[in-house]
């Protein structure tokens, strides 16, 4: 930053703003391509004896300079890309991404593989909260699938989505507290898998959902049967009977034979 082209004393005044251009430090304000910036540089006819030495100076300064300068330049333009991401919030973190978008793959995977931008990610996660694991899972992937891939591989991470999804099933199937949409809730098991596939907090939560199912579904065809041996079949405000718990049954288990006979 605050680097500046000295102007060649033998080039004219438009092939010196050619020079400056073609080394402008912000991307946006160089030369597109080396045709233009030659074209720059190229001396006019009635001139051509004045200027096509310290033109021909020019050039060997470029190309001598031009790479390094280059590198320099890419990697402080990495450096101010990096740290906006790092001091990004929720709300703005994806319009600071749209920058890591518009460059080279190249500059691109260097930006993604730096530890402040995964932290960033990592920080976004832990926060947990099912805006944040949304905002999370959204910006990783809109910077591609192997850097939202990656992040999700952390094991941080993998926690605070599998936390999040278990309390979402939980929401909908906790019979304790009187939920008892199953389906509901494998559906996001479902969703959970799609995300995090291998992660053991998957397998651990569908045997925890089954398991109370299972335990859920037998004390309700007990009683289903009780009430039919007793022959206690009428409907009632309060308490079990035998039309709710059928209803509770089938949503358990829609093929049940206690309900289907």
């Known amino acids: 930053q605050g680097l500046t082209v000295p102007p060649v004393e033998k080039l004219t005044k438009a092939q010196n703003r050619a020079l ?9 304000d160089r030369t597109e391509t080396v045709d233009e910036f030659l074209e720059g540089l190229r001396p006019k006819k009635r001139n051509l004896a004045l200027t096509l030495v310290p033109a021909a100076l020019a050039l060997t300064l470029i190309a001598f300079t031009t790479p390094m300068i280059g590198n320099y330049l890419d990697e402080q333009e990495r450096d101010g890309i990096i740290e906006a991401i790092a001091a990004s919030d929720t709300a ?13 793959e190249e500059q691109k995977r260097l930006v993604l593989d730096d530890d402040r931008v995964k932290q960033t990610f990592i920080d976004l996660f832990a926060a947990g909260g099912e805006e944040n694991i949304r905002r999370g899972l959204e910006l990783s992937a809109s910077v591609g699938s192997d850097f939202a891939l990656s992040i999700k591989n952390v ?29 509901g809730a494998m559906t996001e098991v479902g969703k959970l898998k799609s995300i995090v596939p291998r992660a053991a ?6 045997s925890e959902l089954e398991s109370l199912r299972e335990t859920t ?13 007793r022959g206690d079949i009428l409907p009632k405000q309060e308490g079990d009977d035998i039309f709710k718990l059928r209803d509770l049954i089938k949503g358990l288990a829609p093929d049940s034979s206690l309900i289907n006979t």
């Open 92 to 104: 703005t973190l994806g319009e600071t991404l749209t920058q890591v978008t518009a460059l080279d």
């Open 20 to 28: 400056v251009k073609g080394l402008a430090f912000r991307r946006p």
């Open 217 to 229: 579904l037998q004390s309700f065809e007990d009683k289903f049967a009780q009430l039919l041996q």
């Open 155 to 183: 094991p941080a991470v993998e926690d605070a989505v599998v936390a999040q999804f278990r309390a979402q099933a939980q929401d909908k199937f906790a019979p304790a507290e009187g939920r008892y949409d199953f389906t």
């Open 201 to 206: 907090g998957v397998i651990t939560l569908t």
